[in-house]
């Protein structure tokens, strides 16, 4: 039975998550491009960098996923994991990729990344532009935490990345 550490990042943040548990447990963490056979006996660990409510990769590499005989499911995005709502909104997300059979099969954590708006590409500037106009023209009493932060950081770069937090994955595993 062997431990796959798969990654799914476009700006490096997931990429560290995945880089750091490989480094605490030993093997190699691997773009999802580059995922291998996985057996029926294996345990697979797919950080996926959440964009738009979906995971990097997680679609392209779902049937192999399939196989395994565990999978954590680990998103790494801007959204806090201490607050339910969020939780709940991208366990949504998530189960959408995944379906419902897979979904109730799995492990999920949920990890706080960053962004970096010089960084971003066309596509995700865009989007940020779009949430941004959006939330500018809520009433400020209609605002939750989660928009006045974004709010307030939007065109910054903002690093919420806890390597220490895969304690959480390493617990899982053992």
């Given at each position: ?5 798969i990654y ?111 960084r971003l ?54």
């Amino acid at each position: 039975m062997g431990i796959h550490i798969i990654y799914g990042s476009h700006y490096g943040t997931t990429e560290r998550y995945a880089k750091e548990l490989s480094r605490r447990i030993g093997g190699a963490a691997v773009d999802y491009r580059d995922m291998r056979k996985i057996s029926s006996q294996d345990t697979v660990v797919y950080f996926g960098g959440l964009y738009a409510g979906g995971l990097v990769g997680l679609k392209k590499n779902l049937p192999e996923l399939k196989t395994a005989a565990k999978l954590i499911v680990v998103t790494v995005g801007l959204a806090d994991p201490n607050q339910q709502e969020n939780v709940q909104h991208i366990r949504t997300s998530v189960t959408k990729q995944l379906g419902e059979e897979l979904s109730a099969k799995t492990t999920f954590v949920h990890l706080r990344g960053g962004i970096d708006y010089e960084r971003l590409n066309i596509l995700h500037r865009t989007m940020m532009r779009m949430l941004y106009s959006q939330l500018r023209k809520k009433p400020s009493e209609q605002l939750g935490s989660e928009e006045r932060e974004l709010i307030a950081t939007y065109g910054k770069k903002v690093d919420f990345t806890d390597l220490s937090s895969v304690e959480k994955i390493e617990a899982l595993l053992q």
